[in-house]
């Protein structure tokens, strides 16, 4: 949420929290099999690369499962990990909204 612009809704079919700037959702907060969990967009390669290598990742139901993965926030995956997934979905967000909205966003 320290993300400039960013704004939090609840998406009661999914009992998430979703995280989006502008009107595009880069993050999205839930809890799977009782286990706290957020969905963010990545890269096709790189979420293939980290799915192999964490079992605490994995393809997110609901959304484009080829761009999309969920990973555990109490599992195998490093603070710094998350933070840099994290920076990414939102960096991906930013590049979708037009020049005029991330000026507006951006306080330019």
């Known amino acids: 949420m320290a993300k400039t612009g960013a704004q939090q809704s609840v998406h009661s079919d999914w009992k ?3 995280i989006k700037v502008g009107d595009v959702l880069f ?5 799977v ?6 969905s963010l ?7 293939d690369l980290l799915r192999q ?15 999309w993965s969920t ?6 995956l490093p603070a710094s990990q998350i933070y840099s997934l994290v920076n990414d979905s939102y ?5 979708l909204l037009s020049e005029e909205k991330r000026r507006k966003l951006m306080g330019g």
């Open 27 to 31: 993050a999205m907060v839930q809890e």
């Open 41 to 47: 967009k990545t890269s096709t390669p790189l979420a």
């Open 16 to 18: 998430a929290t979703q």
């Open 33 to 38: 099999d009782g286990r706290p969990a957020v």
């Open 91 to 95: 960096q991906q967000a930013l590049d």
């Open 53 to 67: 290598r964490h079992q605490d990742l994995f393809p997110t139901p609901h959304l484009n499962q080829d761009k």
């Open 71 to 76: 990973l555990f926030l109490d599992g195998s």
